[in-house]
Structure formats: structure tokens, C-alpha cells
């Protein structure tokens, strides 16, 4: 599977590569070149070079992304292990019969073509351009123990994504596979990674957003309700700040009456909240009218068992164990640390359930 979009210069080479690396191995190939309908003229000369060898090309109507391009050519190829790879000859061809021999041998379901694993390496890359991978590759360490994660040079058979639905969203379609694919083990080829030959780079500055959703998404897909959580909390601890510069802001500057000043403060606070929740955290497409009250009323509910908690803590619990005058006040902080944590888990599952009840049981497992 090759992606294409203005690679006209390298398309020649790469092809002769891929068939000699091939042919001297006893692999049998089929080439399939998934063109999005490039200005420089790409697929006449896939099309031309499909006279010559073994060539499959899609045209597609325009510039439609490099993973449902992928996905094209996994629907459209014969063959039943599948190869992916850049055209600019970044990948060395000559790679491939080992990753397939991996296969095969039935070592691995799915080869990755590594920079990052003894071996391998990247040519002539400048200094920040090494570091947004390594950041990138960061991102995923909880999502694959693969070493080279963000590589497009990758072997896969078949069913490791029969029935599989993989989400194009991301530009990172091995990702995707790595994730949700069907295997057992995964094995890592070391390559260098070289210079594009011609042409250049197709990625942009959106890339590297797509980039962190994609990576948000999957790590919601392994652990829905962990990740949902982290980022609830998250909300909520900037919700926190919001709801502290509300409150000196109205009391110091507009000499508002503190108690009212607090009100203020928490709806302010709230109504962020449930705005980034609603659409960040839970995804929610339901009716905001509802929905909204329903996430006031859990906070103010929250609030009360914060009351009790720290009341608790601060009347029974610590005259019980007999904590000293001087010493109350920074207890009653960690008092607070406890009830905020109790909280937002009771906040958390009342708003999974009950405010946004119905996406939940759209797109989720049980918890894990
Ligand atoms: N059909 C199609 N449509 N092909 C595309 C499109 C598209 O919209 N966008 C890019 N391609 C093709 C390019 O022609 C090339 O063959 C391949 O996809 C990779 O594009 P590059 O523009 O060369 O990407 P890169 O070098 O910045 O990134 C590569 O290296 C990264 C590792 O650092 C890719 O392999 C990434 O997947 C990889 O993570
Ligand atoms: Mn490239």
C-alpha cells in the first residue's frame, strides 16, 4: 500500500526497489498505489508503470488524507499481508522480505519499521524535528510498548483488522492499528529512515493537533472511564482557578458582598466547566438545556457532601485522633484535599450517568 499525493520523482525508483527487494526473496508483490488525484501527474505514471509491473492504482477524487488512503488500498489489495509505505523513499524497500519472513514464520501478526530500536535510525533530521517525534512517540507510551509507534512503515496480515473499525481521523493509521488491531505479538525491523528523495513533506502544523486528539481518542477507547476522569479532574482544577480569580476579582474590584462574590464564583466556574465537560470530556451532542441545569445541580450537590465531608473531618475525626489548636488549620487544608477528591468522584459518576447518561451508553464499554 502506497499513499500518493505529488510524488511523481521518487515513484519510479521506489516501484524498481520494491520489485527487485522482492523478486530476489521469492515474494510474490502486488503494488497498490493509492492516488489522490495528484496535480504533478503521480497516477499517469503509476498507471505507465502498472505496463511494467505488477501495479494496482486508485484514483481518488482529490486530496482526501493519507489513512482513508491506507484503508483503501487494505479494501481494494489482493493479498492477505499487507505492507505500508511511504513513496518518497524515506522507507528503505529493501526492508520488506524481512518484515514479511517475521510474518510468515508466524513470529508476528504485525512488523513495525523502527527508527527507534538498536539498528535503527534517522538520516540527516534537524534538531526539531527529531524532538516533535520523540514527543510525539512520548504521547503513546501508554498506548503501545512498540518503540517506534508513529512509523508509516509497517506489515500487517489481514485479520489483524478484519471486523476492526479504524477511526481515519488520525494521520496515524499504524497507530490506530497497533491499538485496536487483533494480534498477538508485534515485532520491530530496524530501519534508517531517510531524507525524502524529491518533492516535499505533506505534514503540517494541524497535523500535530489531529495528532494529540487522535492519541486522546485511543487512549478513551483502551480505558474509557480513566481517561474521562483525568480529564474531568482536569476541568475541574481549572475550574478551581477560574472560580478563585472570579472571586478576588468581585470582591477587591467591585467591592461585591463575599457571599454573593462566591455565588458568582461558582456559576462562573461551573458553567466552564460544563461547557469543556460536555464537549471534551463525554462528547455530548444532547440537548444543553437540560443538560446544563442537570450539571448545576450535581455541583451544588457536590457541594453540600463537601460541607459534610470537611465537617466531618474537622468535628469528629480530628479532636478523635487529637490534633492540637495549632496545628488545625493545615489539616483543615488536607481535610479539603480529601473532600475535593471525594467530590469529584461523586460529581464525576453522577454527571457519567445521569447528565450525560445517554452518551455514555452510545460509545462505551463497562468499566475496566
Ligand atoms: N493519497 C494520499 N493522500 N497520500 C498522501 C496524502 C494524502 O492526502 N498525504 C500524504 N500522502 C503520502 C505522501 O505522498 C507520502 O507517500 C506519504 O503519504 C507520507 O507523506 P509525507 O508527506 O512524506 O509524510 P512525512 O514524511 O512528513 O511523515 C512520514 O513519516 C512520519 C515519521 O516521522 C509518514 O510516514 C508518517 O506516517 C510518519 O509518522
Ligand atoms: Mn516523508
Known sequence: MIPTYNEKPNLRELISRINEACRSHGIDVEIVIVDDNSPDGTGALAEELGREYDVKVIHRAGKLGLSTAVMEGFEKASGDLLVVMD???????????????????????????????????????????????????????????????????????RAVIDGVELNPVGYKIGLEILVKGKYESVEEVPITFADRKAGKSKLGAS????????????????????????????????????????????????????????????????????????????????????QYPQFLLVSVDGLMLNLIILKTIVEDLMP?????????????????????????IFNFIANSFWTFGKDISRDSRPPE
Open 207 to 290: 497535523v500535530y493537533l489531529k495528532y494529540i486528539d487522535h492519541c486522546t481518542r485511543l487512549y478513551e477507547h483502551n480505558r474509557p472511564w480513566l481517561a474521562r476522569y483525568i480529564k474531568f479532574a482536569f476541568i475541574g482544577g481549572i475550574g478551581t482557578l477560574i472560580n478563585l480569580a472570579v472571586l478576588w476579582t468581585s470582591v477587591e474590584i467591585f467591592f461585591v458582598h463575599y457571599l454573593w462574590a462566591a455565588v458568582l464564583a461558582f456559576v462562573i466556574a461551573d458553567t466552564n466547566n460544563f461547557i469543556w465537560n460536555r464537549w471534551w470530556t463525554f462528547r455530548s451532542k444532547g440537548k444543553v438545556h437540560l
Open 87 to 157: 513513496a518518497d523513499l524515506s522507507h528503505p524497500p529493501e526492508k520488506i522480505p524481512a518484515m514479511v519472513e517475521k510474518i510468515r514464520s508466524g513470529s508476528a501478526q504485525v512488523v513495525v519499521g523502527s527508527r527507534y530500536v538498536k539498528g535503527g535510525s534517522v538520516e540527516n533530521w534537524p534538531f526539531y524535528r527529531r524532538l516533535v517525534s520523540k514527543g510525539a512517540t512520548l504521547l503513546a507510551r501508554g498506548l503501545t510498548k512498540v518503540k517506534d509507534p508513529m512509523s508509516g512503515f509497517f506489515a500487517l496480515e
Open 320 to 344: 478523635a485522633l487529637g490534633i492540637q489548636e495549632d496545628r488545625a488549620s493545615m489539616f483543615l487544608v488536607f481535610a479539603q484535599i480529601i473532600a475535593i477528591f471525594i467530590v469529584s
